[in-house]
């Protein structure tokens, strides 16, 4: 008998590529009545790592993206989301993509020093640098580290412009910091939304914010004139694609000023761990699915190509943009994204060099 996790995505521990043997777990695999209650518990324990990376900026090289430098403070992601692309990095860390991903979370407690090094050197010109790309900076972990509040107190000291991705109303918490740099036109926070369906959201996100929270979190920003993005993302056909309308009216209700989207895609292990969940969610359409977003893609359920991975190819992807391009005119029309203002940075670093220079000759 296979057991269903609860308050995870990932019911696999798929074989790491760098691995020769799977470490799928299943409850009748385990041996003792203990091991079996633990992976039936509805909270799975999970694992804070320290790691010290030398760097925290990664540059982006994809077109896709349209930023130059990536930040992710945290490697690995309770969110537990089912299609994350992330997941597969989790490989390099010697962990499955699977459950794994989302339980043994490593954290970058260095990563303020890291930044404000760099944004020290005299060589360094501001650029788009956005936070994280990668695994979610407002996940659970967040709450009792804050290393992404810390973070953004080393932004707001140089005047450094920064965008921010989250799926978690936990951002809120920021809003003293978050007020500040958008004074000054140093901020822009984009906010994920897949669903506006909590049943759906708990199975496919089983610990990101409810959709209730998450506009909210849209129009207290909106308020407070922090500029607001979504991502609604990733689009599933079959799954959510038919909430289009809804979730754009909703997010321009709530104050957001622009909108964009991402079809999925399910690279590496991912298209196993997907292929695994709507089997055990949605058996009776689960095949449905599964085409159509290989129709996307050339008949695979990825597809790594530049300029069509996002938004995919055929009649389903062309249905979805055209679907998204008249909701966000009916909608959204006439409201614009401000840009951000990378003229303060360079004097403001001067300044607090001159600033340290008397106390470093003391030394």
Not at 61 to 83: A, R
Not at 146 to 162: A, C
Not at 192 to 201: F, P
Request: glycine share 6%; hydrophobic share 35%.
């Amino acid at each position: 008998m296979e057991v269903y996790i609860k308050g995870r995505g990932s019911q696999l521990n798929p074989t790491n590529r760098f691995h020769k043997t799977s470490n799928e777990v299943y409850v009748e695999d385990l041996a003792t009545q203990e091991e079996r209650e633990e992976l039936l518990t509805t909270n799975p324990k999970t694992k804070y790592i320290e790691v010290f990376p030398k760097t925290i900026l990664n540059k982006v090289d994809s077109p896709d993206i349209g930023l130059s430098w990536s930040m992710n403070p945290y490697q690995g992601c309770e969110h537990g989301c089912i299609y994350c692309y992330a997941r597969n990095t989790h490989e390099y860390w010697d962990f499955s993509s699977g459950a794994a991903f989302e339980q043994n979370i490593m954290l970058k407690k260095n990563a303020p020093d890291l930044l404000r090094k760099t944004l020290e050197k005299k060589k360094w010109e501001a650029a788009s640098i956005m936070m994280a790309g990668n695994t979610d900076i407002y996940q659970p972990a967040e709450r009792k580290f804050g290393i992404t509040r810390e973070l953004l107190k080393v932004f707001l000291e140089f005047k450094h412009p920064v965008s921010m991705i989250t799926k978690n109303s936990l951002i809120e918490r920021d809003l003293d910091l978050l007020k500040k740099l958008a004074s000054e036109k140093l901020v822009y926070v984009t906010m994920s939304l897949t669903t506006l369906d909590e049943k759906l959201k708990r199975v496919m996100e089983p610990r990101t914010s409810t959709s209730r929270n998450v506009l909210k979190t849209i129009e207290r920003l909106t308020k407070e004139n922090i500029p607001v993005n979504v991502n609604v993302a990733p689009i599933i056909p079959g799954i959510n694609d038919e909430e289009i309308f809804d979730i754009v009216r909703a997010i321009a209700e709530a104050g957001a000023l622009s909108a964009g989207y991402i079809v999925v895609r399910l690279n590496g292990n991912n298209a196993l761990l997907f292929e695994d969940w709507i089997n055990k969610n949605f058996l009776d359409r689960a095949n449905k699915v599964l085409n159509q977003i290989k129709s996307m893609h050339g008949g695979q359920l990825n597809d790594s190509n530049y300029g069509r991975r996002m938004k995919g190819e055929g009649k389903f992807a062309e249905l979805i943009r055209n679907q998204f391009i008249l909701a966000r005119k009916k909608f959204m029309n006439g409201r614009v994204m401000p840009g951000l203002d990378y003229s303060l940075y360079e004097a403001q670093r001067n300044l607090l060099l001159e600033k340290a220079e008397p106390q470093l000759k003391l030394f």
